[in-house]
């Protein structure tokens, strides 16, 4: 799974919002099995009352993927640290839940 998509389905599940499908689909989401997460109690699959799929990680499925996350942050504040950059997926993410995007 992409590193961004795991944090992003961690932040979400930190603050316990559902995220909408089509938001993931630039993470690369259509490459990732989400049955077999499912069948493994990774994640939960809804449909919102517009029909639209909203994912949403387990309790399981935040302790396994919490440990990416962390590693995914600690390289991002080493980068940022280093040249001064933005962190990019931290924009997106509070631009999203903003817009009432994630749910």
Not at 76 to 81: D, F, G, P
């Amino acid at each position: 799974m992409n590193d961004s998509l795991a944090l992003i389905l961690v932040k979400a599940k930190e603050v316990n919002k559902w995220v909408p499908i089509e938001y993931l689909v630039k993470y690369d989401i259509q490459e990732v099995d989400l049955l077999y997460l499912e069948d493994k109690g990774l994640i939960l699959i809804t449909k919102s009352s517009s029909g639209d799929l909203l994912l949403k990680l387990t309790l399981k499925g935040y302790h396994y993927f919490n440990k990416w996350a962390n590693i995914f942050i600690d390289t991002i504040n080493l980068i940022k640290t280093k040249t001064g950059g933005i962190c990019l997926w931290k924009n997106a993410y509070r631009k999203c839940f903003k817009m009432n995007l994630i749910y």
